[in-house]
């Protein structure tokens, strides 16, 4: 098998501009030969871009899915609601799939599609691009390796950073958990993924904390307008529109506001559209804090906090062992060794590899064409395999919202 022919689903920002430019840089491994797309500028551009004929080119995954098999595999990157229905589809036609997260923001689609993926002998993949890093690969190793003992303890951080959460969880597509999904879900599956991975072992109790304190109404300053570009104070602002999306066109977040990627444009989408709009008066509802504490069947504890009020986006985490501690940052491609009998350091700096997630983009698409190629080897984010950590995410939910303890045992027999 030469290049994978590949049909998409969602030209998005993640569709389009991820996948769609993974395309275009190795047109030698992947060929896009189709999309279904509802927005017709997006849909139009991915076309053009990827000289896809006109038969082939959908507005919505219906019409495209009614079509008999006539390509490898497909990738979705739809609207976290919108998986389980196509992903279960594509896969009885017999197309491979690579499918974003979260799986589904409902708990028994999540289940059901990892029965699914058991049942079909195809390659059915999870975006959780962060297993396929440099960064979280090394310290995997680190671990396997031995080097600092038995593993007792995680202290893991996602600094989702103040101007990333108020342009996706206060004014965008995941700021209300009844549109999309709740936070721990939609942006921290990739966390209890990568965590579960690390430790090795399944989950048995979960707690967790978290609150909507700053993104509401009665924290709006008196003098604050009901749209940045209006606003007697948006200078003093640290969320004002104005300040990120004027000085990042032609690439992300202003790539989301507007299709075309103009001062005037940009100007209409802020007087206009969801995006410029002020901070404390949207309809967001999910957490901008969130603490959560996870005991594993290894004797593992996790201590997981993610957090809106950061100035990076970056993840930093400890890693505690009998014989010494791994300390690492993302932002900085820097993993600390330190061991306990020698006092010293050793510090590591991983292969730095290109695209978006600290590579993961890129490893996690050439794993995938791989896999279908080579009709052989397991991937390291199948769906069965992610099922696990989905269920964490809805555990965490339930016990934030209970303010309970939930043993995993009981929560699994639920389902």
Known sequence: MDRIRVALIGAGQRGKDVYGNYGLKYPQNIEFIAVAEPNDLKRKEFCEKHNILPENEFKTWEELLTKDKFCDAVIIATPDNTHFQPASQALRKGYHILLEKPMSNNLAE???????????????????????????????????EGEIGDMMTIQHNENIGYFHFAHSFVRGNWRNSELSSPLILQKSCHDLDILLWLVGSNCTRITSFGELSYFKSERKPKEAGSRCLSCKIENECPYSAKK??????????????????????????????PYGRCVFECDNNVMDHQSTILEFENGVTVNFNLSAFTNKVHRTIKIMGTKGVIRGDDSMNEIEVQLFASNEKRVINPQVVAGGHGGGDTGIMGDFLSLIKSNKGKALTSAKASVESHIMAFAAEESRLNKTVVDMKDYYNKF
């Open 244 to 273: 990120l999306y004027y000085k990042n066109i032609g690439g992300w977040p202003t790539t989301v506001i507007t299709e075309t990627q103009t001062v005037e444009s940009i100007d209409k989408a802020l007087e206009e559209g």
């Open 110 to 144: 999540c289940i059901e599609l990892g029965r699914l993926a058991e049942e079909n002998n195809k390659v059915f993949m999870i975006c959780h691009v962060l297993r396929y890093t440099p960064f979280y690969s090394t310290l995997k190793a680190i671990i396997e």
